[in-house]
């Protein structure tokens, strides 16, 4: 009887050593909220301004696509982000990503 009662303590302790293994994983911080901050602050459109009051204040952008789909969906690219309109209101903006090193080129 005590044979038995060891033999279910090993088979248990067993199954905790391999459950206890199997939940162990390693964490990957990734600084999401820190991406860009080598950009500095730049101003770039906000949703729901018209394309003319972006070509007023950015200038003539360095491409512009096609209307695709429907609704017409059009983005045009500035050279630190870009812009992408419904018809010809903003929906969105994102700033482009720039290598860290490519950048410290181009301050030379």
């Not at 491409?63 to 969906?73: F, V, Y």
């Not at 992408?84 to 030379?108: N, P």
């Amino acid at each position: 009887m005590a044979n038995k009662h060891i033999a279910i303590n090993i088979v248990l302790f067993a199954t905790l050593m391999a459950l206890t293994g199997i939940s162990q994983a390693e964490t990957i911080l990734l600084p999401i909220a820190g991406q860009g901050n080598y950009l500095g602050e730049i101003i770039k459109p906000v949703k729901g301004q018209k394309q003319q009051q972006i070509s007023h204040q950015f200038g003539t952008p360095i491409h512009t696509s096609t209307p695709t789909g429907t609704p017409p969906i059009t983005r045009w690219d500035y050279p630190d982000f870009s812009v992408y309109f419904e018809g010809d209101v903003v929906i969105h903006s994102v700033l482009k990503h720039r290598r860290l090193d490519s950048q410290a080129t181009d301050k030379r």
